[in-house]
């Protein structure tokens, strides 16, 4: 049975840094595919960072340079590391994995909320 639970989140100044975690079971997780989404309410939910099989990341636009996504195969935990955090940085962010890095999401963490303030 495939879980996940985020952690780590919280409210902070812009320019800020943050970083979150997200514990995973039930997933093979030295070959995973697991990204970080995140939603406004009243906004469809977004793709921020994901990494495939290989450990190849990808990044929203708006996060490119701010965020990195990793994962720590120690612990099985994948982390978003969040730097120079802004106003529209807030939302509820998800954990997220898949079967095969073909396919859509399958499995989502129950989301954790982060609150930048100006």
């Known amino acids: 049975q495939v879980q996940l639970v985020e952690s780590g989140g919280a409210s902070v100044q812009a320019g800020g840094s943050l970083t979150l975690s997200c514990a995973a079971s039930?997933?093979?997780?030295?070959?995973?595919?697991m990204g970080w989404f995140r939603q406004v309410p009243g906004k469809e939910r977004e793709g921020v960072a994901s990494?495939?099989?290989?450990?190849?990341?990808n990044y929203a636009d708006s996060v490119k340079g701010r965020f990195t996504i990793s994962k720590d195969k120690s612990s099985n935990e994948l982390l978003l590391q969040m730097n120079s955090l802004k106003p529209e940085d807030t939302a509820v962010y998800y954990c997220?994995?898949?079967?095969?890095?073909?396919?859509?999401?399958?499995?989502w963490g129950q989301g954790i909320q982060v609150t930048v303030s100006s």
């Open positions: 997220a994995a898949r079967r095969s890095c073909l396919s859509t999401y399958n499995f």
């Open positions: 039930g997933v093979p997780f030295n070959r995973a595919c």
């Open positions: 990494s495939d099989s290989s450990d190849r990341t």
